[in-house]
C-alpha cells in the first residue's frame, strides 16, 4: 500500500513538473531575450517600435536598420548627424531631442511614446535612469571598438527589432568591404605610420583599443601611436609626443576645430613628417563619419585604402561601394562633393 502511495507521490510530481515546464515554455513564446553587451538579459514582449537614446554611434545602429524612417522617435545631439538625417528622414526636425549625451530630460523621453532606449556602454549607468520611467533598455555598443563591435551592435538590435535579414545585409556588406581591402594591401612591406587626431583638439590621439587602429591596419597602414592606453575616446598628448611618434600620413575629422593649414602653419609641427610632405587629410565626414562604430565605417574603410594606396583603390571604386551603400541602406546618393570627396 505504501509503495502504491509513493509511486502515485512520484507521479504527481512529474506532472507538476511537466506541467511547469509547459507553462515556462508558453510565457517565454513570442517574446525575445537578449542579452546586451554587458551580459544583462533583456525580455521584450514583441519587436521594438520605437526608440531613444542620445548616443549618435548607437542610434545611428537604428537608423541604418530603418532605412532612416522607422524606429527613432528620440534624438540626442541632433546637430551632429544632420546632413545625412536630414536627407533621408522626412521630418527629422521634428524628432523629440532628450538630451545629450549623459544629460536626459526624462519628460521628453515620456512624451516619445518609445518602448526601448538604446545606449552604449560608457552610458550603463543611464539603465536604472529608464527603468525607472518604465522603459526597457539595450546596451547595444561596447567600449571596446573594433569590426566585431559593429557586427555585434547591429545583430543585436536586428533581434530586438525584428529586422535580422536587414542586419545580416548590412553586415555582410561591411565583411566584404574589409576582405576586399585585405586583399587589396595584403601585399604592402613598407606599411606607413599613420597618426589618427580627435575633432575637438589636435593634440588628441586615436590609441590602439579605437576603431581607428583597424581601420588604419586593414587599409594598409599602422597606428603611430604607442604606449597610449584608452577605450571609446581621444587621448590627449603633447606636442613632443607626436613629434617622437613622426607619423607620415595625418587623418583628422572633417568637423574638427582645426584644419590641415592650422597644422602645417604652426612652427610647432613643422619637423614631422606629414607636415613637412603635406600628407595630412581631413577624413570623409560632411554627410556623415566614415571612421566611427557604425556600419558607415564599410566607407571610412575604402577611403583609407585609396588614401594610402591610391593605385590599388581608386577613387571611382570609392564611389561604386559608397553608391551601393547608400542606395542598399537609405535607396539613395550623394555626389562627390557632398561627401567631401575629391
Known amino acids: 500500500m505504501f509503495k502504491k502511495i509513493r509511486n502515485v507521490q512520484l507521479l504527481i510530481m512529474m506532472l507538476v513538473f511537466l506541467l511547469a515546464g509547459s507553462l515556462s515554455a508558453l510565457s517565454a513564446e513570442g517574446k ?51 546632413p545625412l538625417y536630414e536627407a533621408v528622414m522626412d ?30 556602454e560608457r552610458f550603463k549607468d543611464q539603465v536604472e535612469q529608464f527603468e525607472k520611467v518604465g522603459l526597457n533598455v539595450l546596451v547595444a555598443l561596447p567600449n571596446e571598438e573594433s569590426f566585431d563591435t559593429i557586427r555585434q551592435s547591429l545583430t543585436l538590435l536586428g533581434k530586438a527589432l525584428g529586422a535580422e535579414d536587414r542586419s545580416d545585409m548590412i553586415v555582410g556588406y561591411m565583411d566584404e568591404r574589409i576582405e576586399k581591402a585585405k586583399k587589396i594591401t595584403s601585399q604592402i612591406a613598407d606599411k606607413k605610420k599613420v597618426l589618427f587626431l580627435g575633432g575637438s583638439s589636435a593634440l588628441s590621439v586615436a590609441p590602439a583599443a579605437m576603431i581607428q587602429t583597424q581601420l588604419i591596419e586593414v587599409a594598409g597602414g599602422e597606428n603611430a601611436v604607442s604606449g597610449i592606453s584608452g577605450t571609446g575616446d581621444f587621448v590627449q598628448v603633447n606636442i613632443e609626443q607626436i613629434i617622437a611618434w613622426n607619423p607620415d600620413v595625418i587623418w583628422y575629422p572633417a568637423y574638427a576645430s582645426y584644419t590641415d593649414e592650422d597644422l602645417i602653419n604652426d612652427p ?21 563619419p566614415w571612421d566611427q562604430p557604425t556600419a558607415a565605417l564599410s566607407l571610412g574603410i ?33 555626389s562627390r562633393e557632398q561627401l567631401g570627396l575629391e
Do not use: C
Not at 544583462?40 to 514582449?45: A, F, I, Q, S, W
Not at 607636415?275 to 554627410?287: E, M, R
Open 32 to 82: 525575445i531575450v537578449l542579452v546586451d553587451v554587458i551580459g544583462r538579459e533583456v525580455v521584450l514582449d514583441q519587436p521594438a517600435t520605437k526608440l531613444v537614446g542620445t548616443h549618435n554611434p548607437t542610434l545611428n545602429a537604428a537608423v541604418v536598420l530603418g532605412g532612416g524612417e522607422k524606429y527613432i522617435v528620440g534624438f540626442g545631439n541632433k546637430e551632429m548627424s544632420r
Open 91 to 120: 521630418d527629422y526636425d521634428g524628432l523629440v531631442q532628450i538630451g545629450k549625451g549623459g544629460n536626459i530630460n526624462f519628460e521628453a523621453v515620456l512624451t516619445t511614446g518609445a518602448d526601448l532606449a538604446i545606449i552604449p
Open 268 to 288: 610647432a609641427w613643422s619637423s614631422i613628417d606629414a607636415i613637412k610632405n603635406k600628407t595630412i587629410y581631413a577624413f570623409p565626414s560632411l554627410v556623415e
Open 302 to 334: 575604402a577611403w583609407a585604402a585609396h588614401n594610402l594606396h591610391p593605385d590599388l583603390y581608386t577613387l571611382d571604386e570609392i564611389m561604386a561601394d559608397v553608391d551601393e551603400y547608400y542606395n542598399m541602406v537609405y535607396g539613395k546618393t550623394f
